[in-house]
């Protein structure tokens, strides 16, 4: 299984098989993302809400399945799991409500957090249950915070972490910060040269790693 990272809370999962699953598609342009526009087809588009910046469906190339919405489906073969959050640590009273989503592609366990904005209740990580890998906000302002991030990475205990949704050369003006607040004093941290990583099942890391990749778009 393939991840790359496409910029902002777009990723491209790609299976063994060839199925491809785009997270969070942005339309560029908005709230000053100048992440280019995205080129690659994708078989299932999974949304975690519908904000401008995360739910441009029209704008992914192929005719994706659209997955959406609290509870289980399934497309191509794959189950996805919904899980009910907020955009905010008030209830959703700011920016309304957030879908995390779990899914397993190659037997290899992703959870993509969306927009989270508050820290995790026992029932939200019972939900959420063994990840592998966790795409997950962390540069504040309209997310989880650094600290916030942490303390959801701590609970969940992934093997892998790939942070999304921070500033980037892509994004000057977008009111977050960068991936560096994240990092500080953390270890295994992995920097990338690269806008994609393999994972394998059976050949994940022992101890939770960080992969930073560098955006495709």
């Known amino acids: ?13 790609t299976s063994d098989e060839g199925t491809k699953i785009i997270t969070d598609p942005y339309q560029s342009g908005q709230f000053g993302l100048d992440y ?3 080129e690659d087809a994708a078989d299932i588009v999974v949304v975690s809400h519908e904000h401008a910046d995360h739910n441009y469906v029209q704008g992914v190339p192929g005719n994706p399945q659209v997955v959406k919405g609290t509870g289980t489906h399934s497309a191509k073969g794959i189950e996805f799991k919904g899980i009910a959050s907020y955009h905010d640590d008030s209830g959703g009273s700011q920016r309304g409500p957030n879908d995390m989503f779990c899914f397993t592609v190659n037997g290899v366990r992703v ?9 995790l209740s026992e029932q939200q990580l019972a939900e959420i249950g063994e990840v592998d ?24 205990k992934p093997r892998v972490v790939i942070p999304m949704h921070f500033k980037t050369d892509k994004c000057p003006s977008f009111p977050v910060t960068d991936v560096e607040p994240f990092l500080a004093g953390k270890k295994n941290v ?13 050949q994940l890391p022992e101890a939770t790693e ?6 495709a778009c």
């Open 210 to 215: 960080i992969v930073v990749l560098k955006h």
């Open 36 to 38: 280019g526009k995205i």
């Open 190 to 202: 992995k920097r990338m040269d690269t806008t994609e990583v393999d994972f394998k099942q059976g």
């Open 111 to 119: 959870c993509h957090l969306g927009d989270l904005g508050h820290g």
């Open 1 to 13: 299984m393939k991840v790359k990272w496409l910029g902002h809370a777009a990723f491209l999962i």
């Open 133 to 156: 890998v966790l795409l997950i906000p962390m540069a504040g302002t309209f997310t989880i915070d650094a600290a916030g991030a942490t303390q959801v990475v701590d609970r969940i």
